[in-house]
T-cell receptor, first 116, second 113 residues
Framework: EPEVTQTPSHQVTQMGQEVILRCVPI?????FYWYRQILGQKVEFLVS????????KSEIFDDQFSVERPDGSNFTLKIRSTKLEDSAMYFC??????????????FGPGTRLTVL | AQSVAQPEDQVNVAEGNPLTVKCTYS??????LFWYVQYPNRGLQFLLK??????LVKGSYGFEAEFNKSQTSFHLKKPSALVSDSALYFC???????????FGTGTRLQVFP
């Protein structure tokens, strides 16, 4: 069964450093997402991406964040200068099409980001 | 404001008994509603969705959910719980004209043998 994969599973970084979180969505999917979950809190939407551009973003997704689909398979989230409060589990998700019936989003296992 | 509420942090049920995990939502327009389950060290796994049509929707692993528009609820149910159902369950809503998911805080289901 196809699945979303994410690397690394755990990333430790120093405050102020740049990190790139990587995701490989399901191969025939068209829509890509990033969510995060701070420990003990709810899962929060960050950004959605379609046709090589951001389709929607939340207030959390400020200028420190960027997303990219550098090739036909990877989807990345970059945090330019990490802050302590960026420590969280980051989930990538993908879905097929929302043309006629809403397609559910498939989630990866997550990357735990720890900012020291 | 658009939101999802899961009023119970934890639900405990004996194996073989029916279970209910509650969810209410607040969105404008017709919502798309989802349930996801999270096992330890795993991502969120899709269980079921309501888009339109029958208020009772059936999903994976014997789970079902009932959409109640007047009560703005979407409770998750299963007639007979299994120990292996023990996990963290998230209700989510996608407001009209957007594809982002708004999640509830999650409910931990504990099924005892």
């Amino acid at each position: 069964e196809p699945e979303v994969t994410q690397t690394p599973s755990h990333q430790v970084t120093q405050m102020g450093q740049e990190v790139i979180l990587r995701c490989v969505p399901i191969s025939n999917h068209l829509y890509f997402y990033w969510y995060r979950q701070i420990l003990g809190q709810k899962v929060e939407f960050l950004v959605s991406f379609y046709n090589n551009e951001i389709s929607e973003k939340s207030e959390i997704f400020d200028d420190q964040f960027s997303v990219e689909r550098p090739d036909g398979s990877n989807f990345t989230l970059k945090i330019r200068s990490t802050k302590l409060e960026d420590s969280a589990m980051y989930f990538c998700a993908s879905s097929g099409s929302i043309a006629d019936s809403y397609n559910e989003q498939f989630f990866g296992p997550g990357t735990r980001l720890t900012v020291l | 404001a658009q939101s999802v509420a899961q009023p119970e942090d934890q639900v405990n049920v004996a194996e073989g008994n029916p279970l209910t995990v509650k969810c209410t939502y607040s969105v404008s327009g017709n919502p798309y509603l989802f349930w996801y389950v999270q096992y330890p060290n795993r991502g969120l796994q899709f269980l079921l969705k309501y888009i339109t049509g029958d208020n009772l929707v059936k999903g994976s692993y014997g789970f079902e959910a009932e959409f109640n528009k007047s009560q703005t609820s979407f409770h998750l149910k299963k007639p007979s719980a299994l120990v292996s159902d023990s996990a963290l369950y998230f209700c989510a809503v996608s407001p009209y004209n957007t594809d982002k998911l708004i999640f509830g805080t999650g409910t931990r289901l504990q099924v005892f043998p």
